[in-house]
């Protein structure tokens, strides 16, 4: 055989050998990396769950939730709820959040008092949530340019709020030793925002195959949390189990099952907290569209240290300053312990306010930048404050209904402040108005928090034994006596009429009282009693 064949053969050989091994090794590595990451990643996600196997999963089940949506939104962005140019007249994205807003209007009456009154499967509840929204993302997926897509989108958005609501009455049962109510929340919104993230690439390369891959991908993803919602432990529901209620009482209330607390002390700091997360979510909502718009129509400069961005690069400015502000605000959030809610929400506001006056006197592209990132920062601690004293002030029985109306509530700011942004101010004069609510807000949060300094959250969710008001049975049928039970003669108890608990009448049986003929009368009294008049 020739010589310079055995040559080439020899220098075909070493090529294909050196490539085979630059392959393994390259695979090798790439598993390693992957093996190195996942180990890294499940101890952080223990760390930051306190070690509780329970938290793990309630973590594992709202990425899961946040990653589908975020599939969702990406198969429906060429549809109505997302495609609405800025440059179409302003009564289409009035009736935008008109539209947005009927799936919150379902929570208060319906979604949290029927979460309440089956709190006991509470992990079905959740398991179903999650199934309903796999039926109805591939139904969406099957009809997404007809008519069936509307019903089913709202159904999604309803469930998505289901969830919220379920999920957030139940952190409380499987917080962990040495973690705060507030952390634990921020943690799972981090956590939640990772995946959304992460999920987002796959979410875009399916669509590139069409806009129902996505949703179908997120169904698949809903399915996979419904499973990790049965697998949560059972500590998750509420101990013991409740009776069946009876037809339609889930739509009615008594006396002194309000939720949120109101008329309770209790509740006095969960409604101060509500109404200041509430302001600021106006403000969040406001600045949103009234910028959106400001920017289209060249209200606002999009010049930013000397260079000219464009109305495109100036919106995404201001969009990224948000949501970089919400991103922010979860992040403090994790290792925040919130203790005086009214205190930190009256301080931002006034962070808030002063930014916002500063945005009015230097009317630039980086001043209104600058408010949009501290005011999306601020509403979002908010929203965690007002969590975490639903999650500790509130009895069990009433925190899904309590929930329900805290999201509605704050949805209902949302689409208030935007509605004002709709309103063609002027540049300048728009930020005005934002910076006149959040001086307003401001003041309201420093008089609030001077009325409740007294009230301190600990942390952990309290005992219905802890608050500092007496709370009714569970069930109607077991009402307490209205006045006590007939004591011995002779007790100490009723020596001194003031020692009687305040609205209840003292019974004094006849034979209390020295005379002759006590004793017969106690006995016949004994054998056939009369009435507590």
């Not at 799972?188 to 991908?217: E, H, M």
């Not at 309000?258 to 200041?276: D, K, N, T």
């Not at 995404?316 to 959030?333: C, E």
């Not at 305040?502 to 006590?518: D, F, L, N, Q, T």
């Amino acid at each position: 055989m020739p010589s310079y064949s055995r040559s080439g053969r020899s220098v075909l050989g070493r090529t294909v050998g050196t490539g085979i091994r630059a392959i393994r090794l390259l695979l090798r590595g790439s598993l390693g990396s992957g093996r190195w990451v996942t180990r890294r990643a499940g101890r952080v996600r223990a760390r930051g769950a306190g070690g509780e196997v329970g938290m793990v999963r309630l973590f594992d089940l709202h990425a899961l939730s946040c990653a589908g949506d975020t599939l969702i939104a990406i198969g429906l962005a060429g549809t109505i709820f997302f495609n609405v140019p800025l440059g179409e007249a302003r009564s289409k994205v009035a009736l935008y959040l008109l539209v947005t807003m009927v799936p919150f209007a379902m929570l208060a009456p319906v979604v949290g008092p029927l979460l309440d009154h089956f709190r006991h499967g509470r992990r079905y509840a959740l398991a179903a949530t999650m199934l309903g929204r796999a039926f109805l993302a591939w139904l969406i997926s099957d009809y997404i340019h007809g008519f069936g897509l509307y019903p089913a989108a709202f159904g999604v958005l309803a469930l998505s709020r289901a969830y919220g609501v379920a999920r957030s009455a139940a952190v409380p049962r499987l917080l962990p030793e040495g973690l705060g109510l507030s952390q634990v929340g921020a943690r799972a919104s981090v956590y939640g925002t990772v995946a959304g993230a992460l999920v987002a690439p796959i979410g875009l390369a399916a669509f590139w195959f069409g806009p129902q891959w996505p949703l179908r991908v997120a169904s698949v993803i809903f399915l996979v949390g419904m499973v990790i919602s049965l697998r949560l432990p059972p500590k998750a529901d509420s101990e013991p189990p409740e009776r069946v209620p009876r037809p339609l009482r889930a739509l009615g209330r008594r006396g002194g099952d309000r939720p949120l607390g109101r008329g309770r002390p209790s509740g006095r700091l969960v409604i101060a907290a509500l109404i200041s997360a509430a302001l600021s979510r106006a403000l969040y909502g406001f600045l949103l569209l009234f910028l959106a718009f400001a920017i289209k129509k060249g209200d606002l400069t999009t010049v930013v240290f000397g260079r000219d961005l464009g109305a495109e690069w100036a919106l995404g400015l201001v969009g990224g300053a948000l949501a970089v502000g919400t991103f922010l605000a979860t992040a403090v959030g994790t290792r925040l312990r919130i203790h005086r809610p009214t205190a930190i929400q009256s301080s931002s506001m006034i962070i808030v306010a002063g930014v916002a006056v500063l945005a009015v006197i230097q009317f630039s592209l980086a001043m209104v930048a600058l408010l949009c990132l501290v005011a999306a920062m601020v509403s979002g601690i908010a929203k965690l404050a007002v969590d975490a004293s639903i999650q500790e002030r509130i009895p069990e029985r009433l925190r899904a209904s309590s929930f329900a109306h805290s999201e509605t509530v704050l949805m209902l700011a949302f689409v208030a402040g935007g509605g004002l942004g709709l309103v063609p101010f002027d540049g300048r004069m728009g930020i005005a108005v934002a910076a006149g609510v959040g001086v307003l807000a401001a003041t309201r949060g420093v008089l609030v928090a001077a009325r409740l300094r007294g009230e301190k959250l600990a942390g952990r969710p309290l005992g219905d034994d802890e608050l500092t008001d007496d709370e009714p049975a569970d069930e109607p049928g077991d009402v307490a006596p209205t006045s006590p039970a007939p004591a011995q003669a002779g007790s100490p108890q009723y020596d001194d009429p003031s020692l009687a608990p305040p609205g209840y009448h003292i019974y004094r049986p006849s034979s209390a009282v020295g005379g002759p003929g006590s004793g017969a009368d106690d006995e016949t009294r004994r054998e056939s009693p009369g009435s507590l008049s």
